[in-house]
């Protein structure tokens, strides 16, 4: 049984540029939430989704937006990016809203 | 108010040696709150979680703690091994039904052997 994937491993990226992660949820998981994680710190939440709607949103600009696709997986696209954004940038998926979330290995951007 | 805060920031035990790790929160809206453990380069795995009723929870060598009156919980890793040594993070959410997870700073655990 796959747990969560993450696609792609690596990815650098110039300042202005865009940006989009992909995320294939674990088997029977519905819902789907993105996380940034910043060198030597613990995840942030950025968004949810379930439904194929986002549900519930963290502290991030409008540059961040996602989608969630009928076979559960889904897409995170950052627009404009910023040295900042550098971060491995990690997709959880869950039974249902109510479930654990099983985090995948993450995407690492690099932003020069 | 939505900060989880987690200490220490390193800790270094000898094998065999019960780490503990210790987090606080101030939401009194928190009700669940998982712990993590992650390797470098991978994503964070789920070690255990505990929810308010309770004030213990045992799976295999790890414990947590909760302390519902003074909202600390901790994480207790019974006769440490080397291939313990990670980063682990504590987290809490409100289960309203988008469990958007508030994690701590992290605590990077050496295991010596």
């Known amino acids: 049984d796959a747990g969560v994937t993450q696609s792609p491993t690596h990815l650098i990226k110039t300042r202005g540029q865009q940006v989009t992660l992909r995320c294939s949820p674990k088997s029977g998981h519905d819902t789907v939430s993105w996380y940034q994680q910043a060198l030597g710190q613990g995840p942030q939440f950025i968004f949810q989704y379930y439904e194929e709607e986002e549900r519930q949103r963290g502290n991030f600009p409008d540059r961040f937006s996602g989608h969630q696709f009928p076979n559960y997986s889904s897409e995170l696209n950052v627009n404009a990016l910023l040295l900042g954004d550098s971060a491995l940038y990690l997709c959880a998926s869950s039974l249902d809203r109510y479930h654990e979330q099983y985090f995948g290995p993450g995407t690492r951007l690099t932003v020069t | 108010q939505q900060q989880v805060k987690q200490s220490p920031q390193s800790l270094i035990v000898q094998k065999g040696g019960i780490p503990i790790i210790n987090c606080a929160y101030e939401n009194t809206a928190f009700d669940y709150f998982p712990w993590y453990q992650q390797f470098p380069g991978k994503g964070p795995a789920l070690l255990i979680a505990i929810r308010p009723d309770v004030s213990e929870k045992k799976e295999g060598r790890f414990t947590i703690s909760f302390n519902k009156s003074a909202k600390q919980f901790s994480l207790h890793i019974m006769d440490s091994q080397p291939g313990d040594s990670a980063t682990y993070f504590c987290?809490?959410?409100?289960?309203?039904?988008?469990?958007?997870?508030?994690f701590g700073t992290g605590t990077r655990l050496l295991v010596s052997p």
């Open positions: 987290a809490a959410s409100m289960n309203t039904g988008f469990q958007k997870l508030v």
